[in-house]
């Protein structure tokens, strides 16, 4: 779309652009078609656009990948889009705030990615809502103003490090493209833009604590040129985090690098199994299909020789009706990354179903002093990796606290969206889950 074009679209609509909302839309039709070929759109993408406003940039997507999911702050623009893309399959406009869109409803479009040209008003407020763990997106590309990119991707020994950097990078590898001068926009800016693409940090990073470390960095940077020994919690003493990490015991928070962030975070976490996603030489008891025990064996032995062993299953609501999903480490032996029941896990030897249902609760998620009931038997089978499955029911209404080691992120979906996204990428989801998903869905139907 050309400048012509779009101010003749703004006109149809009756938008005066707005300063409070940071509207300036672009109308360069060369930049709008370089933005969008960096997102590198296939046939199967689902794209989230946010911010599209006149379309320029969803015109060159609409009718090419398999969906598109536009959502739009003003609703004249959104109205307008409703109209221009009436008759093109596959696109879905939401007149919404992208800095609350709730984002559990993207994970069953994936493959997904993200484009954004962002409101300058509230382009922060988006990429945290809908970018920050977990997040169902395999590439990003953003146009924010300039100065904002900058700190996105900033490193230690630049001015513009700082907590918003470490909090992105944390998540995503940053790497800004191209300036965009004012002249690209209407009305123009005052400043200029930047494009980036952001691709998820996959590797290079050990499990860590993403709560404790944002509350460790904005303790840090609260004063940003005061040492961090003065700043940190009291406990572990400081001198002995230093030591162990090679840091000087004057270091300021702006010096250190994400990897050291990381050290940091690991060092202040008391929980006993942040190293530890699975222990092979742990001792099972082996069963009979009539769930008889016949013998012990090691965790490797029983996974590698697909003996019969028992497990436990948990599902987590709230009083909203919502039910507590957890996404794996990437660090587990079986199904990494994927999404699991709210607690799972292998009963020790000796140990009998109950006692390891709320043990796990306790271990997996800090869930303490909940009732929880029986609800299904499960079968051992290949979906269930052999194992004999018991199947409980608990409410929580509390916060819930995961070991990083063994538990990616964790998150709440409510029942029908679960239903959804089975339906729609079941290879989404470890197996064990969803054959304790068939079976619970009765009841938890009756009790949400």
Same mark, same amino acid.
């Given at each position: 779309?050309?400048?012509?074009?779009?101010?003749?679209?703004?006109?149809?609509?009756?938008?005066?652009?707005?300063?409070?909302?940071?509207?300036?839309? %672009?109308?360069?039709?060369?930049?709008?078609? /370089?933005? @969008?070929?960096? +997102?590198?759109?296939? !046939?199967?993408? $689902?794209?989230?656009?946010?911010?599209?406003?006149?379309?320029?940039?969803?015109?060159?997507?609409?009718?090419?990948?398999?969906?598109?999911?536009?959502?739009?702050?003003?609703?004249?623009?959104?109205?307008?889009?409703?109209?221009?893309?009436?008759?093109?399959?596959?696109?879905?406009?939401?007149?919404?705030?992208?800095?609350?869109?709730?984002?559990?409803?993207?994970?069953?479009?994936?493959?997904?990615?993200?484009?954004?040209?962002?409101?300058?008003?509230?382009?922060?407020?988006?990429?945290?809502?809908?970018?920050?763990?977990?997040?169902?997106?395999?590439?990003?590309?953003?146009?924010?103003?300039?100065?904002?990119?900058?700190?996105?991707?900033?490193?230690?020994?630049?001015?513009?490090?700082?907590? %918003?950097?470490?909090?992105?990078?944390?998540? /995503?590898? @940053?790497?800004? +493209?191209?300036?965009? !001068?004012?002249? $690209?926009?209407?009305?123009?800016?005052?400043?200029?833009?930047?494009?980036?693409?952001?691709?998820?940090?996959?590797?290079?990073?050990?499990?860590?604590?993403?709560?404790?470390?944002?509350?460790?960095?904005?303790?840090?940077?609260?004063?940003?040129?005061?040492?961090?020994?003065?700043?940190?919690?009291?406990?572990?003493?400081?001198?002995?985090?230093?030591?162990?990490?090679?840091?000087?015991?004057?270091?300021?928070?702006?010096?250190?690098?994400?990897?050291?962030?990381?050290?940091?975070?690991?060092?202040?976490?008391?929980?006993?199994?942040?190293?530890?996603?699975?222990?092979?030489?742990?001792?099972?008891?082996?069963?009979?299909?009539?769930?008889?025990?016949?013998?012990?064996?090691?965790?490797?032995?029983?996974?590698?020789?697909?003996?019969?062993?028992?497990?436990?299953?948990? +599902?987590?609501?709230?009083?909203?009706?919502?039910?507590?999903?957890?996404?794996?480490?990437?660090?587990?032996?079986?199904?990494?990354?994927?999404?699991?029941?709210?607690?799972?896990?292998?009963?020790?030897?000796?140990?009998?179903?109950?006692?390891?249902?709320?043990?796990?609760?306790?271990?997996?998620?800090?869930?303490?002093?909940?009732?929880?009931?029986?609800?299904?038997?499960?079968?051992?089978?290949?979906?269930?990796?052999?194992?004999?499955?018991?199947?409980?029911?608990?409410?929580?209404?509390?916060?819930?606290?995961?070991?990083?080691?063994?538990?990616?992120?964790?998150?709440?979906?409510?029942?029908?969206?679960?239903?959804?996204?089975?339906?729609?990428?079941?290879?989404?989801?470890?197996?064990?889950?969803?054959?304790?998903?068939?079976?619970?869905?009765?009841?938890?139907?009756?009790?949400?």
């Amino acid at each position: 779309m050309t400048g012509r074009e779009i101010r003749e679209h703004l006109d149809q609509a009756g938008v005066l652009p707005s300063k409070q909302l940071g509207q300036n839309f %672009l109308i360069d039709p060369n930049m709008s078609r /370089w933005i @969008v070929s960096q +997102l590198d759109p296939q !046939p199967d993408d $689902a794209i989230v656009e946010v911010g599209p406003g006149t379309g320029s940039l969803s015109e060159h997507l609409a009718g090419k990948v398999r969906k598109l999911i536009l959502i739009e702050f003003d609703a004249r623009l959104a109205a307008a889009l409703v109209t221009r893309f009436a008759d093109v399959p596959g696109v879905e406009i939401h007149h919404a705030d992208g800095a609350k869109f709730d984002r559990r409803f993207l994970f069953r479009h994936r493959p997904l990615k993200f484009l954004g040209n962002l409101p300058y008003s509230s382009g922060g407020a988006i990429l945290k809502n809908l970018l920050s763990r977990p997040h169902p997106f395999s590439r990003a590309v953003i146009m924010l103003q300039k100065e904002v990119i900058d700190r996105l991707a900033a490193q230690p020994g630049s001015k513009d490090y700082g907590l %918003l950097s470490l909090r992105m990078q944390a998540d /995503w590898e @940053v790497t800004p +493209l191209r300036n965009v !001068p004012p002249e $690209a926009f209407h009305p123009r800016p005052r400043i200029d833009s930047t494009v980036a693409i952001l691709h998820p940090r996959r590797s290079g990073l050990p499990p860590f604590d993403f709560r404790l470390f944002d509350e460790l960095t904005r303790r840090g940077f609260a004063q940003r040129r005061k040492q961090l020994g003065k700043q940190l919690p009291d406990s572990p003493p400081w001198p002995d985090i230093a030591t162990s990490l090679n840091l000087p015991a004057t270091t300021r928070a702006e010096e250190l690098n994400l990897a050291q962030w990381v050290d940091l975070t690991r060092a202040y976490d008391p929980h006993p199994l942040r190293d530890n996603p699975q222990k092979d030489g742990e001792i099972f008891d082996v069963v009979d299909e009539n769930d008889h025990v016949t013998g012990t064996a090691t965790r490797a032995e029983v996974h590698a020789k697909k003996l019969l062993h028992r497990a436990i299953h948990v +599902l987590v609501t709230n009083k909203r009706g919502d039910v507590l999903l957890q996404q794996r480490s990437l660090l587990k032996d079986a199904h990494p990354g994927v999404w699991d029941s709210s607690v799972s896990g292998h009963l020790d030897s000796g140990e009998d179903y109950h006692p390891a249902a709320i043990r796990e609760l306790g271990e997996e998620m800090g869930i303490t002093g909940v009732e929880i009931q029986e609800i299904a038997r499960i079968l051992p089978s290949e979906a269930t990796g052999w194992e004999h499955l018991r199947l409980y029911h608990a409410h929580h209404h509390g916060p819930v606290r995961f070991p990083c080691a063994e538990i990616e992120a964790a998150l709440w979906f409510p029942i029908a969206e679960v239903d959804t996204w089975t339906a729609a990428r079941p290879t989404d989801f470890a197996s064990g889950f969803l054959e304790c998903w068939k079976a619970a869905r009765t009841h938890l139907a009756a009790s949400s």
